[in-house]
């Protein structure tokens, strides 16, 4: 399949004709293309990566360009024979390819017969080199390729070839009612009674598979804990919220508890009395994923009975956002974020409580700022996400977190995050940094920018120190999307809550403003992903002039206010602007942003 060269270059141009892009998007996206060299991205990845570029009018674009044809599908109504007829032609390719062309999102879909019978295959990208292998290594040498959308794709794939899970499959095949047959439970904490339990292959497959859909259902965390005597419950959190996934009855809670230490690392399985965290790693779907384990022993009813609650944290580094404007921030609070980081000094703190994104928010600035020319050291307890261009310094128990961090003067810095500024100590470390020279980035929990301002003052930064070292400060919220398939008006019995959130009727008769729906198969009732709200307290003159004045106490309204005249918005009118752009709902608005 030869690709004309000459076409390939003018995806960029054409883009912009289509004012699908802009010439200073592509600009820079060339150049990354270029720093990434021989074997990095295609430029059509990039844009809708790093870009946050809508796929399908990208990659759509690619394809008018090499004249391939387009097919629109409604997955939903296939016919029951043509499903049928994929899944033959599926079977008939090695497993190995077979896993690859799908991973890749290439599905040969339909073989036309006649003289010379051709395979219909379908991609959302046209110039994937993986399609080479069709002819290749299948028995199939005569091939038309056709552009599909992706989600179209996704669904297709979803439906003729779904994913399976080995170890689901392997717990369904098990008479799970003889899992607990005696009901003295004086001896279940006994080792040889929870290793008879664990021995059953059922509560190994049971976390192997639960671990397995945590990935591919895009979930945070998972949860583990005790359902009454002898049941555990698994929820999922998604979205932000905690759904019960599976619930395992007839299982004692120590046993899998067990089986959980027993297959993580950095955990005592025999011991129940004490707090633990250790980790695990997997390979799901070819891609190596980390688990952060976190363990602590829990009460019940039956005060012998040793159970712990486990929280298994998901760090898929597929997920980690790269490209800072895709973080969805406003448009001011994008400005002052990108001007703040174009300093080659100060410091940048990101706050919210836990949950609300700040990681993501650090690692899409680190991103942002990485240069091959700059020396980015970080010192995070633990280390979540792997960052290429950074040396990301490992806590032991011979270098403390503290410690970690006055090594980082001495080994020649220009840009540094600390994970998390924890105390006094910590604080005055990273403003020592800022101080010094050094662009700092950091979290900090607190529930508004201003109050972080009075935070750091009451840990003994003085107000002159604040003033000068800060460049801005972000209070963030992660708010859950509404479903674009099945949202709805705000139906007249809630206008009354959406106008004391601060909505107009005017905001309502529009049209614009949503609930969530029903619920969809696309979505988790009625919402789907997040998005962020936030305030960006930007230090300019009049800020820390005001923070100056304030020599034995801060004054945090004195700051809001000038801030919210300079065009920073609250909390509360960001999630307005949020519920006006039909992304999120009034509920979410009062939630989320209930302390503004």
């Given at each position: 399949m030869g690709l004309d060269l000459e076409a390939k270059s003018r995806l960029g141009d054409v883009l912009i004709l289509k004012n699908i892009i802009t010439e200073e998007i592509l600009s820079e996206a060339l150049e990354r293309q270029a720093q990434e060299g021989t074997y990095g991205r295609k430029l059509g990845n990039i844009l809708v990566s790093d870009f946050g570029i809508d796929h399908h009018e990208v990659f759509s674009t690619l394809a008018e360009i090499f004249a391939f044809r387009s097919i629109s599908i409604e997955p939903s109504?296939?016919?029951?024979?043509?499903?049928?007829?994929?899944?033959?032609?599926?079977?008939?390719?090695?497993?190995?390819?077979?896993?690859?062309?799908?991973?890749?999102?290439?599905?040969?879909?339909?073989?036309?017969?006649?003289?010379?019978?051709?395979?219909?295959?379908?991609?959302?990208?046209?110039?994937?080199?993986?399609?080479?292998?069709?002819?290749?290594?299948?028995?199939?040498?005569?091939?038309?390729?056709i552009y599909c959308p992706i989600k179209v794709l996704e669904e297709l794939i979803q439906l003729i070839s779904p994913q399976k899970n080995e170890f689901l499959e392997l717990l369904n095949e098990v008479d799970t009612s003889s899992l607990v047959e005696e009901e003295d439970h004086s001896q279940v904490d006994s080792d040889a009674a929870i290793d008879e339990e664990m021995n059953k292959s059922l509560l190994v497959n049971l976390f192997e598979g639960c671990l397995m859909e945590a990935v591919r259902r895009r979930a945070s965390d998972i949860h583990i804990i005790p359902y009454k005597k002898k049941g555990v419950d698994f929820h999922f959190r998604i979205d932000s919220k905690l759904q019960l996934w599976h619930r395992q009855d007839n299982t004692q809670p120590e046993a899998m508890a067990a089986v959980v230490k027993d297959r993580s690392t950095g955990i005592d399985r025999f011991e129940r009395a004490t707090a633990q965290d250790g980790f695990a790693q997997r390979v799901i779907d070819g891609h190596l994923i980390r688990f952060r384990v976190s363990i602590i022993p829990i009460t019940s009813e039956e005060f012998e009975r040793n159970f712990e609650s486990i929280v298994i944290r998901v760090i898929d580094d597929r997920n980690v956002v790269t490209d800072l404007k895709a973080l969805g921030f406003q448009e001011k609070a994008e400005a002052d974020f990108l001007k703040a980081l174009s300093h080659s000094k100060g410091m940048v703190l990101v706050t919210g409580p836990t949950g609300s994104g700040k990681s993501t928010t650090l690692m899409a600035a680190l991103f942002h700022v990485a240069d091959p020319s700059k020396n980015i050291l970080t010192c995070e307890d633990p280390v979540e996400y792997m960052i290429k261009a950074a040396r990301q310094i490992k806590i032991s128990s011979k270098l403390s977190f503290d410690g970690a961090i006055r090594a980082i003067l001495r080994h020649d810095p220009d840009i540094v995050l600390v994970g998390e500024i924890r105390d006094a100590k910590t604080a005055e470390i990273a403003v020592k940094l800022s101080n010094t020279g050094h662009l700092?980035?950091?979290?900090?929990?607190?529930?508004?920018?201003?109050?972080?301002?009075?935070?750091?003052?009451?840990?003994?930064?003085e107000p002159f120190l604040l003033a000068n070292v800060i460049s801005i400060i972000i209070a963030q919220r992660l708010i859950r999307k509404l479903c674009p398939e099945c949202k709805r008006p705000i139906s007249k019995r809630n206008?009354?809550?959406?106008?004391?959130?601060?909505?107009?009727?005017?905001?309502?008769?529009?049209?614009?403003?949503?609930?969530?729906?029903?619920?969809?198969?696309?979505?988790?009732?009625?919402?789907?992903?997040r998005t962020n709200i936030c305030e960006a307290l930007y230090f300019s003159p009049e800020v820390k002039s005001a923070i100056l004045q304030n020599q034995s106490d801060i004054d945090e309204d004195q700051i809001r206010k000038i801030a919210e005249s300079q065009g920073m918005l609250s909390m509360r009118v960001s999630g307005l602007y949020r519920i006006r752009e039909g992304i999120t709902s009034v509920e979410e608005i009062i939630y989320s942003a209930s302390d503004d």
């Amino acid at each position: 399949m030869g690709l004309d060269l000459e076409a390939k270059s003018r995806l960029g141009d054409v883009l912009i004709l289509k004012n699908i892009i802009t010439e200073e998007i592509l600009s820079e996206a060339l150049e990354r293309q270029a720093q990434e060299g021989t074997y990095g991205r295609k430029l059509g990845n990039i844009l809708v990566s790093d870009f946050g570029i809508d796929h399908h009018e990208v990659f759509s674009t690619l394809a008018e360009i090499f004249a391939f044809r387009s097919i629109s599908i409604e997955p939903s109504k296939l016919e029951s024979n043509k499903i049928k007829h994929a899944r033959d032609i599926l079977n008939k390719i090695n497993d190995n390819v077979r896993k690859e062309l799908l991973f890749n999102n290439i599905l040969p879909f339909q073989l036309l017969m006649g003289a010379r019978s051709t395979l219909i295959v379908l991609t959302c990208d046209v110039t994937n080199k993986v399609i080479e292998k069709i002819a290749q290594q299948t028995e199939f040498k005569r091939y038309e390729v056709i552009y599909c959308p992706i989600k179209v794709l996704e669904e297709l794939i979803q439906l003729i070839s779904p994913q399976k899970n080995e170890f689901l499959e392997l717990l369904n095949e098990v008479d799970t009612s003889s899992l607990v047959e005696e009901e003295d439970h004086s001896q279940v904490d006994s080792d040889a009674a929870i290793d008879e339990e664990m021995n059953k292959s059922l509560l190994v497959n049971l976390f192997e598979g639960c671990l397995m859909e945590a990935v591919r259902r895009r979930a945070s965390d998972i949860h583990i804990i005790p359902y009454k005597k002898k049941g555990v419950d698994f929820h999922f959190r998604i979205d932000s919220k905690l759904q019960l996934w599976h619930r395992q009855d007839n299982t004692q809670p120590e046993a899998m508890a067990a089986v959980v230490k027993d297959r993580s690392t950095g955990i005592d399985r025999f011991e129940r009395a004490t707090a633990q965290d250790g980790f695990a790693q997997r390979v799901i779907d070819g891609h190596l994923i980390r688990f952060r384990v976190s363990i602590i022993p829990i009460t019940s009813e039956e005060f012998e009975r040793n159970f712990e609650s486990i929280v298994i944290r998901v760090i898929d580094d597929r997920n980690v956002v790269t490209d800072l404007k895709a973080l969805g921030f406003q448009e001011k609070a994008e400005a002052d974020f990108l001007k703040a980081l174009s300093h080659s000094k100060g410091m940048v703190l990101v706050t919210g409580p836990t949950g609300s994104g700040k990681s993501t928010t650090l690692m899409a600035a680190l991103f942002h700022v990485a240069d091959p020319s700059k020396n980015i050291l970080t010192c995070e307890d633990p280390v979540e996400y792997m960052i290429k261009a950074a040396r990301q310094i490992k806590i032991s128990s011979k270098l403390s977190f503290d410690g970690a961090i006055r090594a980082i003067l001495r080994h020649d810095p220009d840009i540094v995050l600390v994970g998390e500024i924890r105390d006094a100590k910590t604080a005055e470390i990273a403003v020592k940094l800022s101080n010094t020279g050094h662009l700092t980035l950091s979290t900090l929990h607190t529930n508004d920018a201003p109050a972080t301002v009075s935070r750091l003052f009451k840990m003994g930064i003085e107000p002159f120190l604040l003033a000068n070292v800060i460049s801005i400060i972000i209070a963030q919220r992660l708010i859950r999307k509404l479903c674009p398939e099945c949202k709805r008006p705000i139906s007249k019995r809630n206008y009354e809550q959406a106008l004391a959130v601060g909505l107009t009727q005017e905001d309502l008769d529009s049209g614009k403003c949503f609930e969530p729906g029903p619920g969809c198969k696309k979505c988790n009732q009625g919402y789907k992903g997040r998005t962020n709200i936030c305030e960006a307290l930007y230090f300019s003159p009049e800020v820390k002039s005001a923070i100056l004045q304030n020599q034995s106490d801060i004054d945090e309204d004195q700051i809001r206010k000038i801030a919210e005249s300079q065009g920073m918005l609250s909390m509360r009118v960001s999630g307005l602007y949020r519920i006006r752009e039909g992304i999120t709902s009034v509920e979410e608005i009062i939630y989320s942003a209930s302390d503004d």
